[in-house]
């Protein structure tokens, strides 16, 4: 059986859980959080979450993660046939992760552990992050999903992404991120009804307390 190490409040552990979900394949949940003890290291040369263990060994990397789960060739795919599609699916997941994502978690600091960061970041992050969204509105397809009429791997970034980008908006920038984008906001309460998001959530509410734990352990907050 599938393995999959991690927690339940990183993004992208939970892009990995939503795919595992949605698929319909049985898989075991190890907590673990980021670390550079030897023995994770061993599995995830980073010290990163998410890792996903098969029969053959571990993987790392959420994108390597999707990736091997499509090959498998089980349940729903997440990526459409034809090449051309994939690729366009491809285009939007890497899209929001270097230029949504990225910029929004270089301000996660001070949005959500009460750290101040460097005026100067905060202005790129800033930039960044604007431009990464007017840029989505161009290149999504959003009907309804983010690359068409299915659910593909680009919703599984954009549902674990934009929000935590807008609430970075929000608490650091004073902005509402979204208020112009409703196909987003639309798409985002499809998502809030779907029973493995729900458990996804319920699951992260669960963990938030153990996590911020951790995390005042790690910093001495």
């Not at 990183?10 to 907590?31: C, D, H, I, R, T």
């Not at 899209?95 to 978690?105: D, F």
């Not at 930039?127 to 919703?155: M, N, T």
């Not at 004073?174 to 906001?185: H, N, T």
């Given at each position: 059986m599938l393995r999959l190490h991690g927690f339940g409040v990183s993004n992208y552990y939970n892009m990995v859980k939503l795919a595992l979900l949605e698929k319909g394949l049985p898989f075991e949940e190890v907590q673990v959080f980021t670390s550079r003890d030897e023995a994770f290291l061993a599995i995830s040369p980073r010290g990163k979450v998410p890792v996903l263990q098969c029969e053959q060994g571990y993987i790392s990397e959420t994108s390597a993660i999707l990736e091997y789960l499509e090959a498998l060739g089980q349940g729903p795919a997440l990526l459409?046939?034809?090449?051309?599609?994939?690729?366009?699916?491809?285009?939007?997941?890497?899209?929001?992760?270097?230029?949504?994502?990225?910029?929004?978690?270089?301000?996660?600091?001070?949005?959500?552990?009460?750290?101040?960061?460097?005026?100067?970041?905060?202005?790129?992050?800033?930039?960044?992050?604007?431009?990464?969204?007017?840029?989505?509105?161009?290149?999504?397809?959003?009907?309804?999903?983010?690359?068409?009429?299915?659910?593909?791997?680009?919703?599984?970034?954009?549902?674990?992404?934009?929000?935590?980008?807008?609430?970075?908006?929000?608490?650091?920038?004073?902005?509402?991120?979204?208020?112009?984008?409703?196909?987003?906001?639309?798409?985002?309460?499809?998502?809030a009804e779907n029973p493995n998001v729900q458990r996804i959530a319920a699951d992260k509410?669960?963990?938030?307390?153990?996590?911020?734990?951790?995390?005042?352990?790690?910093?001495?907050?």
């Amino acid at each position: 059986m599938l393995r999959l190490h991690g927690f339940g409040v990183s993004n992208y552990y939970n892009m990995v859980k939503l795919a595992l979900l949605e698929k319909g394949l049985p898989f075991e949940e190890v907590q673990v959080f980021t670390s550079r003890d030897e023995a994770f290291l061993a599995i995830s040369p980073r010290g990163k979450v998410p890792v996903l263990q098969c029969e053959q060994g571990y993987i790392s990397e959420t994108s390597a993660i999707l990736e091997y789960l499509e090959a498998l060739g089980q349940g729903p795919a997440l990526l459409p046939s034809g090449a051309y599609e994939q690729a366009r699916v491809r285009e939007l997941a890497k899209h929001i992760e270097l230029y949504i994502e990225l910029p929004a978690r270089a301000c996660y600091a001070q949005a959500f552990f009460g750290q101040q960061v460097d005026p100067a970041i905060q202005a790129k992050s800033r930039e960044e992050l604007l431009a990464g969204i007017d840029s989505l509105k161009r290149l999504g397809r959003f009907s309804p999903y983010v690359a068409g009429d299915s659910l593909s791997l680009a919703d599984l970034y954009f549902l674990y992404s934009l929000d935590l980008a807008a609430a970075v908006a929000h608490k650091v920038f004073a902005i509402d991120l979204l208020g112009d984008f409703p196909k987003a906001q639309a798409l985002l309460g499809r998502f809030a009804e779907n029973p493995n998001v729900q458990r996804i959530a319920a699951d992260k509410d669960a963990l938030m307390g153990p996590f911020l734990a951790h995390m005042k352990a790690r910093f001495g907050n």
